[in-house]
T-cell receptor
Framework: DTGVSQDPRHKITKRGQNVTFRCDPI?????LYWYRQTLGQGPEFLTY????????KSRLLSDRFSAERPKGSFSTLEIQRTEQGDSAMYLC?????????????FGQGTRLTVV | KQEVTQIPAALSVPEGENLVLNCSFT??????LQWFRQDPGKGLTSLLL?????REQTSGRLNASLDKSSGRSTLYIAASQPGDSATYLC????????????????FGKGTKLSVIP
């Protein structure tokens, strides 16, 4: 499978626990994004990497959230001290920087439920 | 701040009918516009990408148009099928010359389409 891969697909955690999600982008893509989507809403931008550099973070990304992309390959998104409001679908996307456009390809998402 | 609106929020049509989904955006300084499909509980599947300099793009039974100056895009689906039932999302990418970068997509809330057999 050459698409964007996310793991796990589903995660149920107790409030206050830490969780970590992984995203493997399409192999030649140098741009990677994280989005969050709640029920009935469109995805909201969280953060963006170009290669290993995190170039943009949304104000939605509180201090409890941290994302990394070591060596410019896969990325992880960690949420510390989870809250019920963190329950959402976390989507990863990747694209290739070109002059012709930046079509983004999304993974299947990680559904987080905080109980 | 860019805002994207999709109308209608939900649409139900009989199989075989042609239909149009609408997307509007408040800031016309966009780099491109992308239409996605999302099945329940799943990720997003890219359908069509329209560059800001283009007027339309076609893929199979899908045709997307873009009128950047008026801040509007439409997705036309011909001869709808039950398998087309899903939520359709449009998203715009800002123009890098505006300083906002061309990497952050702003999404609408989507149109939930049901095609009745």
């Amino acid at each position: 499978d050459t698409g964007v891969s996310q793991d796990p697909r589903h995660k149920i955690t107790k409030r206050g626990q830490n969780v970590t999600f992984r995203c493997d982008p399409i192999s030649e893509h140098n741009r990677l994004y994280w989005y969050r989507q709640t029920l009935g809403q469109g995805p909201e931008f969280l953060t963006y990497f170009q290669n290993e550099a995190q170039l943009e973070k949304s104000r939605l990304l509180s201090d409890r959230f941290s994302a990394e992309r070591p060596k410019g390959s896969f990325s992880t998104l960690e949420i510390q001290r989870t809250e019920q409001g963190d329950s959402a679908m976390y989507l990863c996307a990747s694209s290739l920087k070109t002059t012709g456009g930046t079509e983004a390809f999304f993974g299947q998402g990680t559904r987080l439920t905080v109980v | 701040k860019q805002e994207v609106t999709q109308i209608p929020a939900a649409l139900s049509v009989p199989e075989g009918e042609n239909l149009v989904l609408n997307c509007s955006f408040t800031d016309s300084a966009i780099y491109n516009l992308q239409w996605f499909r999302q099945d329940p509980g799943k990720g997003l599947t890219s359908l069509l990408l329209i560059q800001s300099s283009q007027r339309e793009q076609t893929s199979g039974r899908l045709n997307a148009s873009l009128d950047k100056s008026s801040g509007r895009s439409t997705l036309y689906i011909a001869a709808s099928q039950p398998g087309d039932s899903a939520t359709y999302l449009c998203a715009v990418s800002p123009n890098s010359y505006s300083g906002a970068g061309s990497y952050q997509l702003t999404f609408g809330k989507g149109t939930k389409l049901s095609v009745i057999p």
